[in-house]
């Protein structure tokens, strides 16, 4: 899979110059040429040769394959033709529903001592909206090269490899293909990019992942269900709702563009294209390695990782400037006591 995307990138490229599908440069993006941006049609044929490869007559793939279509003609109709955020929306909730009436839902989390809640007449919004969620989280953080493939294929790692050691062989090949499809892209999307994969790529992904957390994780994971997900992929879910919060106090639209995203934050403090991409992905990885953690800790041992977790995204956030370049209340203490001292 990793050489089918790699091989078939220069293709694509002279397609999306064809049809238009170019990313131009403005003043809120960082590149400063015309880019090819439907990439992600690369990602996802190499991903159905895979499919199609290892299960040729199964039925757990049909939702997968109606859903993933859906998302992937909301993406190149935005690529090439730039739609209105309702109309990628209404794209999104469609692939939703149609993954939802597959069979593929959050019926229940799981909680300490065994509890757990059955969502009942909540299975299908609950799951429209999880899908829908991590969709977009994945889709604005696309913002540099190399970024939410990078992100995309740690988080994919982990799901895989947390769906292996809990059984579940077919997210686990699933989950291995679609991360084998994103590797060979990346080779190409890596800085300097070649080719990007648009919102084509980044809404197929980011819907891919979270149709394979609720497959590989929500059903199986036996404490706190509703947080692994969360955790691995708590960088574009941060990102994401710090840029609605953002947007909620400045009286803008939630769906109208900034440059206060975290890639765009850390660029600001000194740090090179590369060494953001590389960072974020070291930040994507510590949380990854952490929700395997937490997966085999015991409930105080679960406790203290959520604690930790939370207390070094309050850093995170202070010194990035994510919410405003003002909010360091824990960093101002440390400054209080060291002029005390």
């Not at 209404?90 to 909680?111: C, D, M, N, P, S």
């Not at 799951?127 to 829908?132: A, E, G, V």
């Not at 890639?263 to 060494?275: A, P």
Request: aromatic fraction near 10%; hydrophobic fraction near 50%; include cysteine.
């Amino acid at each position: 899979m990793l050489f089918n995307g790699y091989y078939r990138n220069p293709f694509r490229k002279k397609i999306a110059f064809k049809i238009g599908a170019v990313d131009q440069p403005d003043k809120r993006k960082v590149h400063s040429k015309p880019m090819p941006r439907i990439g992600g049609l690369a990602i996802y044929t190499s991903f159905l040769i895979g499919l199609f490869f290892f299960f040729p007559d199964s039925d757990v793939i049909g939702p997968i394959i109606a859903g993933s279509f859906i998302i992937i003609m909301t993406g190149l109709l935005d690529d090439i033709l730039q739609l209105s955020p309702k109309i990628k929306l209404i794209g999104q909730v469609g692939a939703a529903v149609v993954t939802v009436l597959g069979g593929i839902r959050i019926e229940f989390i799981t909680l300490p001592f065994g509890d757990r809640i059955e969502f009942e007449l909540f299975v299908i919004p609950v799951t429209i909206l999880w899908i829908i969620a991590v969709t977009n989280a994945i889709n604005l953080i696309d913002g540099l090269d190399g970024l939410a493939a990078g992100v995309s294929s740690i988080a994919l790692i982990t799901i895989s490899l947390l769906a292996i050691s809990m059984g579940d062989s077919t997210s686990a090949l699933i989950g291995l293909i679609l991360l084998g499809s994103t590797l060979g892209f990346l080779v190409y999307n890596f800085y300097p990019a070649k080719i990007f994969m648009g919102d084509t790529g980044s809404l197929f992904l980011g819907y891919m992942i979270s149709v394979l957390s609720v497959t590989g994780l929500y059903k199986n994971v036996t404490l706190f269900s509703l947080i692994v997900p969360i955790i691995i992929l708590a960088i574009p879910i941060l990102d994401t709702a710090f840029a609605i919060v953002r947007r909620i106090v400045h009286n803008n639209p939630i769906s109208a563009p900034d440059k206060f995203h975290l890639h765009h934050c850390i660029i600001r403090l000194g740090f090179s294209h590369r060494q953001t991409v590389i960072m974020i992905y070291a930040m994507s990885s510590l949380f990854s390695i952490a929700a395997v953690i937490f997966t085999k800790s015991t409930l105080w041992g679960a406790t203290t990782i959520i604690i930790s977790l939370a207390i070094l995204v309050e850093i995170m956030v202070e010194i990035t400037g994510l919410v405003s370049e003002n909010y360091r209340p824990i960093l101002r203490l440390f400054e209080g006591s060291k002029v005390r001292k």
